[in-house]
């Protein structure tokens, strides 16, 4: 996990660019954004909202599809480029490959459909020849390992049903249920409060360790990324403007967007307790 | 089942409710059936006797009490120019129950391809013309409807008899057939609401955050709008499909008499106009029960589709 390994270089993304043209004038959103990461590594983006750090996220995961929106680059995954390759291609990777995460456990997982079925939908999309039991057997093993009690209980729940913390769990079993080459998480912890959020990145390291999945860590919070990821990014205003491993930025930070950023952790020798940017 | 049992003793509540309103406001409303049956020529004992012998000098709860306890038994009681109201309206009931059926059909098998189509193209030529066309629609009432087929396809392009009238006793395809246009003339609005409703819904559901998971997972544009998006998109379009039923049914009141249709319809006006008390109570008290049974069913599909209902309510 330090980086100072080589490891095979699994997805690599060149001079993304993404543009808004909903106004009068198109509004770049990203620019000259590149990332290569490796297997088994755990990279951070970092950044206010709207610095872009979502977005180039969601364009790796192929999930931008807007047609006011216009993509440049290359974001190079198996052989394929992700932003040119057709739908069907694309739709392979996705939640085989490809994992991904989101911000809001509350609202991401479908409301009145069971978790069992949330689960191993993505077996059921990719991996038809998988009978219905074996991937029942998947899903409560799988719900098991991301830390839920009773994973045979859970399966015949629904979200409504679950806590917060759970329901990320749930997301994470069901992106992990492939056994995905890359997860990436778009601040998985936000919305989760501070203990919660500890079991979290918890778990994505032991995810990280045993399965030897590459994570995309995205978040506002630099403490977290410092306890879970080896590289970062750091982003402001759709440009990457610092990347480096975590001990060089975080001794050494050049930038002064990225100083300030490290200015603002709270820390436990002080009274402040606030934990936003 | 517990939650089925709370909304039956609901219902029994609500129907003596209503029961004590119809039979109310018919006492209430000037006219008198002994004037009706005997005429004004009648003397004014004879009145007495009639009024006597048909028990209505005897006190209100009197008379109230012995319609619902025969009520209750399933005897409706005489109408005042036909006989026995059970038979009138089991004879009726099917044309005005056809007429319903098929105004819903209509509107399930039109409103939710449509819907979905639309909201899936949103902002497409389709779209556009199909929202201005319904909005169009959906401001004109069944009876000019109803006028408007008739002039159209009953009296210009003759596809059907305007005013002519199988019995399903006789012939039952040709009275299917009969009920057609006055069918489309009852779902149109309900149609155009319909179609409104499950659009909004839909590109609504979509723009959710489930739906974004959904892709992630691999899913087609097809799986997300089939497999997760609809299943929410459709629970506000349940609860209109419930209670556009319950008014196809009192709807088609009105488009009997435009098409000539000798329903339930038509005979509640005329057994008003006759001031034949026993056959409109029935009537009411039927459409009641109907618009409750529905309302039940709408609410046990609803948990079937939303388990959170059941979290909420118990």
Not at chain 1, 56 to 63: C, M, R
Request: aromatic share 8%.
């Amino acid at each position: 996990m330090c980086g100072s390994e080589k490891f095979e270089v699994i997805l690599s993304v060149n001079d993304l660019h993404i543009e808004f043209h909903d106004h009068k004038q198109p509004q770049t959103a990203v620019e000259d954004f590149d990332l290569e990461l490796s297997k088994g590594e755990i990279v951070g983006i970092v950044g206010e909202s709207g610095s872009g750090k979502s977005l180039s996220a969601l364009a790796i995961a192929g999930l931008l599809s807007r047609h006011d929106m216009y993509k440049s680059g290359r974001i190079m995954f198996e052989g394929e480029d992700l932003l040119t390759c057709n739908r069907r291609k694309l739709r392979t990777f996705q939640g085989d490959e490809i994992s991904m995460i989101f911000q809001e456990p509350m609202t991401s997982l479908h409301p009145v459909k069971k978790i069992g079925w949330q689960t191993e939908e993505s077996l059921r999309i990719h991996h038809p020849e998988i009978d219905k039991k074996e991937r029942r057997l998947r899903a409560i093993s799988m719900l098991g390992k991301v830390g839920l009690h009773e994973p045979e209980r859970v399966y015949d729940m629904y979200p409504h049903e679950l806590s917060g913390g759970m329901r990320q769990r749930v997301m994470i079993a069901a992106a992990m249920i492939g056994h995905p080459k890359i997860l990436i998480a778009d601040e998985p912890t936000t919305a989760l409060d501070v203990t919660v959020q500890a079991q979290i990145v918890d778990l994505l390291k032991s995810i990280n360790k045993e399965e030897g999945t590459s994570i995309i860590f995205i978040s506002h919070d630099l403490s977290l990324v410092r306890q879970i990821c080896s590289r970062v990014l750091v982003m402001q205003k759709g440009v990457v403007v610092e990347s480096g491993s975590v001990n060089d930025i975080f001794t050494r930070p050049k930038n002064l967007y990225t100083r300030k950023l490290i200015a603002s952790i709270p820390r436990v020798d002080l009274t402040s307790e606030k934990k936003d940017i | 089942m517990k939650y089925i049992l709370k909304k039956a003793s609901m219902m029994v509540l609500t129907l003596i409710a209503v029961s004590i309103l119809v039979f109310l406001a018919f006492n209430l409303i000037p006219g008198d059936p002994a004037t009706r049956i005997l005429g004004t020529e009648a003397t004014e004992s004879q009145l007495q006797l009639l009024r006597q012998e048909m028990g209505l000098n005897d006190p209100i709860y009197v008379r109230y009490l012995r319609w619902i306890w025969n009520f209750i038994r399933g005897d409706l009681g005489e109408s005042y120019s036909y006989g026995s109201v059970s038979a009138l309206i089991l004879d009726k009931i099917p044309i005005t129950i056809w007429l319903a059926i098929m105004a819903f059909f209509l509107m399930f098998v039109i409103s939710i391809p449509l819907g979905i189509f639309t909201a899936r193209h949103e902002g497409g030529v389709i779209d556009k013309i199909v929202v201005v066309l319904d909005q169009v629609i959906m401001a004109i009432p069944p009876f000019f409807s109803g006028i408007i087929i008739t002039l159209v396809f009953g009296l210009t392009l003759q596809l059907f008899v305007p005013g002519g009238f199988v019995s399903y006793k006789i012939d039952f395809w040709g009275f299917i057939g009969y009920l057609v246009f006055p069918a489309i003339a009852i779902a149109l609005p309900k149609i155009t609401m319909c179609v409104k409703l499950l659009r909004g819904s839909v590109i609504e559901e979509i723009s959710k955050d489930y739906t974004r998971t959904a892709y992630s997972r691999g899913n087609t544009t097809r799986g997300v709008l089939y497999r997760h998006v609809l299943k929410n998109a459709m629970i506000p379009v349940i609860t209109f499909m419930g209670m556009a039923l319950a008014d196809m049914v009192s709807g088609s009141i009105v488009i009997e008499q435009v098409f000539n249709i000798p329903g339930i319809g038509r005979m509640l006006l005329s057994s008003i106009n006759n001031r034949d008390y026993p056959v409109v109570e029935a009537i009411i008290m039927g459409i009641a029960i109907l618009v409750m049974v529905v309302n039940l069913i709408v609410d046990i599909i609803y948990r079937l589709v939303d388990p959170r209902i059941e979290a909420i309510n118990d």
